[in-house]
């Protein structure tokens, strides 16, 4: 109800027609696909409103009770209860949630515990590492010394041995734990082993994972890690932004990092709708809705196994999973483009071996428009049969769009 009310009822259609139809545009466009994107999701009516109030309208540099600026006194509540709801969320001492993004969040945390030059041990590019690990076109490869650890090629597995030899031969500053495309959990206690045997700190990514954390879906790094580093918009369902979280011992150290040191003025309207995200998480109807989330992707890596894709690591723990389209042979590339025009949108990813591309897909959002399992196992036939070339794009486009039609994420 309220987002297309908002804005048919808004001023921006009177006052900016072309603006208000791209909106609407980019609702249609969303409510009549299928977002398989794994790092995509729908919020929640209130997070959108939290994150078009005049909040939006307050400069607040600093920290709540330490501001640069006048007036904050309301925003300083609003920061200070998001702060409180992430930390009670993920056991965490402490919490910074002005982080504008998972990479500005992972900038702060480099600067926060490393110097330029220092070695960082993470997951290789090749094989599901971030940008913000090591990428050469990114400030993290420009200014660390990166050492890339990989996944087995015949299984899709992280050999954690090799992370303990890298760090044995390498001597990181910090071990990087968390990927793009990484489907199984990641076994914290043995990253923060390996790290402590080498002395160096350990940085858990978990950006992907971290609302399957929230709902009690996922193991919680925040034990294991010195500094957690995490967006709040994937499974989290909240708005496009990063936070961090960690134990006490750092947290002036992080607080540093982010402002003054990689930001200015903190967007409170974002803080705000994170703190609105957070209160949605911590309830049980979002655990409940974690849980289907790993269970669709089961099932839907499952039946796209069934359907002949080869499905890495043999399927997931997690909300997301990665598919070789080789088998029904096509590439990832030619199979993304393909999907696109059928309404089935979706990234390409890294595989364990070779240069080939494959499939990334995410249930995050699916579920959160009511999608099922049977649903799933619908979306797997129509993909394969696109791939394969034995349903007509146009016709998978049609039934996509009646699929969408009855799981509106925004009803009404
Ligand atoms: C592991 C990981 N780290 C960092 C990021 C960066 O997040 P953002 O796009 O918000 O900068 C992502 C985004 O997908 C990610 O998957």
Known sequence: MPVTQTLEADVLRRQDPELAEILLGELDRQSTTLQLIAAENFTSPAVLAALGSPLANKYAEGYPGARHHGGCEIVDVAERVAIDRARSLFGADHANVQSHSGSSAVLAAYAALLRPGDTVLAMGL????????????NFSGRWFDFVGYGVEADTGLIDYEQVRAL??????????????????????AAFREIADEVGAYLIADAAHPIGLVAGGAAPNPVPYADVVCATTHKVLRGPRGGMILCGAELAERVDRAVFPFTQGGAQMHTIAAKAVAFGEAATPAFRAYAHQVVAHARTLAAALEAEGLAITTGGTDT??????????????RTARGRLAAAGMVLDTCALPHGDARGLRLGTAALTTQG?????MERIAVLFAGVLRDDIDGRQAREEVRELTGRFPPYPG
């Not at 999608?371 to 649903?375: F, I, K, V």
Request: glycine share 14%; net charge negative; with cysteine.
């Open 126 to 137: 090749a094989f599901g590492g971030h940008l913000t690990h090591g990428s050469p076109a």
């Open 319 to 332: 909300h997301l999973l990665t598919a070789d389209p080789a088998p029904l042979g096509v590439e990832g």
């Open 371 to 375: 999608m099922g399992d049977a649903e």
């Open 167 to 188: 760090a044995r031969t390498h001597r990181p500053k910090a071990v990087v734990c968390g990927s793009i495309s990484y489907p199984r959990h990641i076994d914290y």
